[in-house]
C-alpha cells in the first residue's frame, strides 16, 4: 500500500481479555517497528523485526506482549490479559532497510483503551 | 545509556512569530538525530535529520534545526510559525542498532 497501515484504529476491551493489533507496511520494507505512547510519555519502543533475522524482542514490557511477522510483510501485536496500563496508542513503523539512520514511516496507530 | 530530553512539555506561539523547540540527548558517541512531527489525527512524520557535516540541516515545511555538541543538543526552529504547524514534536536519537529512542514530545499550540 501507500503507506503504514494499522487496524483497528481504536480498540476498547475489558481487563483480562486478549487483543490483537495488526500492522500492515509499506511493500518492500523490511524493517518493521512497534512502539507504545502512553499519555505524558514519549515513544516507547516494543520490537523490531528485519527481514528473516530473529527480532528484537528487548523492549516488550512483560510475557503478556507478544508479536510475529508473518511472510516478512505483516506483523500482529498480541496482548494477553490486558491490564489498564496497557491503554496506550500502539504505533507501527516501518523502513526500508533497518538502518539506524534511516526515515521511518509510521501508520496512525491503534488507540487501546482497557477498561 | 542513550536518553532523550524535551523540557517543554507545551508551548504557545502567535501565528507568525518564531519557534524553538528544545532537545537535548545523551548519547556516548556522534548520534543520528531526528525531529517528527504528528499531527492530530496522523501518524509521526519525518522533518529533517543530521547524520553528520554541517551542523545546520534543513527539513519539510521550513524547519532547521542546529546540532550543537558542545551543548548536547538539537534544537528545532521555525522563523515564522502558521496555523497548521500546530501539532506534537518529538526528538529522537538513533542509537546503536536497530533503534530511535524519541523524547516524551512538545505540544505546540499556535494562536492567531
Known amino acids: 500500500g501507500a503507506g503504514v497501515s494499522q487496524s483497528p484504529s481504536n480498540k476498547v476491551t475489558e481487563k483480562g481479555k486478549d487483543v490483537e493489533l495488526r500492522c500492515d507496511p509499506i511493500s518492500g520494507h523490511t524493517a518493521l517497528y512497534w512502539y507504545r505512547q502512553s499519555l505524558g510519555q514519549g515513544l516507547e519502543f516494543l520490537i523490531y523485526?528485519?527481514?528473516?533475522?530473529?527480532?528484537?524482542k528487548s523492549g516488550l514490557p512483560s510475557d503478556r506482549f507478544s508479536a510475529e511477522r508473518t511472510g516478512g510483510s505483516v506483523s500482529t501485536l498480541t496482548i494477553q490479559r490486558t491490564q489498564q496500563e496497557d491503554s496506550a496508542v500502539y504505533l507501527c513503523?516501518?523502513?526500508?532497510?533497518?538502518?539506524?539512520?534511516?526515515?521511518?514511516?509510521f501508520g496512525s496507530g491503534t488507540q487501546l483503551s482497557v477498561l | 545509556a542513550q536518553s532523550v530530553t524535551q523540557p517543554d512539555i507545551h508551548i504557545t506561539v502567535s501565528e507568525g512569530a518564531s519557534l524553538e523547540l528544545r532537545c537535548n540527548y545523551s548519547y556516548g558517541a556522534t548520534p543520528y538525530l531526528f525531529w517528527y512531527v504528528q499531527s492530530p489525527g496522523q501518524g509521526l512524520q519525518l522533518l529533517l535529520k543530521?547524520?553528520?557535516?554541517?551542523?545546520l540541516v534543513q527539513g519539510i515545511k521550513g524547519f532547521e534545526a542546529e546540532f550543537k555538541r558542545s551543548q548536547s543538543s538539537f534544537n528545532l526552529r521555525k522563523p515564522s510559525v502558521h496555523w497548521s504547524d500546530a501539532a506534537e514534536y518529538f526528538c529522537?536519537?538513533?542509537?546503536?542498532?536497530?533503534?530511535?529512542?524519541f523524547g516524551t514530545g512538545t505540544r505546540l499550540t499556535v494562536i492567531p
Open positions: 529522537a536519537v538513533g542509537a546503536g542498532a536497530n533503534n530511535l529512542f
Open positions: 513503523a516501518s523502513s526500508l532497510y533497518g538502518a539506524t539512520n534511516e526515515k521511518l514511516f
Open positions: 523485526f528485519q527481514g528473516n533475522s530473529a527480532p528484537d
Open positions: 543530521y547524520f553528520s557535516g554541517d551542523t
